[in-house]
Antibody, heavy 119, light 112 residues
Framework: QVQLQESGPGLVKPSQTLSLTCTVS??????????WSWIRQHPGKGLEWIGY???????YYNPSLKSRVTISVDTSMSQFSLKLSSVTAADTAVYYC???????????WGQGTTVTVSS | QSVLTQPPSVSGAPGQRVTISCTGS?????????VHWYQQLPGTAPKLLIY???NRPSGVPDRFSGSKSGTSASLAITGLQAEDEADYYC????????????FGGGTKLTVL
């Protein structure tokens, strides 16, 4: 079955760019049925949708983060990536990637990766 | 403030039935966009519990059910079990902000 795995630095300095990658295995990232989403969860808080990308490269971002977010896809590597610029301590969170479908919801999630923003 | 409003906490004794509400507006739930529910056990990633208002993915017990009416949705859990103690989130799409997926603030279920 499809599995997702996040990877990237666990510690990022303030003002730098957070970069994470989600690797998709057991299925095709180029399936036209799905979007590929990033979601984060601040410590002890709820879920916040960051944005998603379609395999064609079309992207949609949370308006509150749009100015700092870039999501890209590499279909040859079966990966999609998140870049969040100008990070502050408020970006410290667990970051999840997920397979997303308007009708079926986010049905496959990665295990999550903790990113701490600190000098 | 979340676009979708959930009660912060609910509780119930083993075997009982509990419901968790998710209140939205005419730009999300009321606009006939589907509502999905997720269960997050402590220290783990969220898991899809209900999709498209009332559908259960394979493997989800039929003790869990979802419904939608107007601008609100509900998750019901019958025959409450200790392992149901978790955080539950509703999620939908909001047309007031282009292409935006939205989550409820989450509800902590405590099994007494």
């Amino acid at each position: 079955q499809v599995q997702l795995q996040e990877s990237g630095p666990g510690l990022v300095k303030p003002s730098q760019t957070l970069s994470l990658t989600c690797t998709v295995s057991g299925g095709s990232i180029s399936s036209g049925s799905y979007y590929w989403s990033w979601i984060r969860q601040h410590p002890g808080k709820g879920l916040e949708w960051i944005g998603y990308i379609y395999y064609s490269g079309s992207t949609y971002y949370n308006p509150s983060l749009k100015s700092r977010v870039t999501i890209s896809v590499d279909t040859s590597m079966s990966q999609f990536s998140l870049k969040l610029s100008s990070v502050t301590a408020a970006d410290t969170a667990v970051y999840y990637c997920a397979r997303d479908d308007d009708i079926g919801g986010m049905d496959v999630w990665g295990q999550g990766t903790t990113v701490t923003v600190s000098s | 403030q979340s676009v979708l409003t959930q009660p912060p906490s609910v509780s119930g004794a083993p075997g009982q039935r509990v419901t968790i509400s998710c209140t939205g507006s005419s730009s999300n739930i009321g606009a006939d966009y589907g509502v999905h529910w997720y269960q997050q056990l402590p220290g783990t990633a969220p898991k899809l519990l209900i999709y498209g208002n009332s559908n259960r993915p394979s493997g989800v017990p039929d003790r869990f059910s979802g419904s939608k009416s107007g601008t609100s949705a509900s998750l019901a859990i019958t025959g409450l079990q200790a392992e149901d103690e978790a955080d539950y989130y509703c999620q939908s799409y909001d047309s007031s902000v282009s292409g935006s997926k939205v989550f409820g603030g989450g509800t902590k279920l405590t099994v007494l």
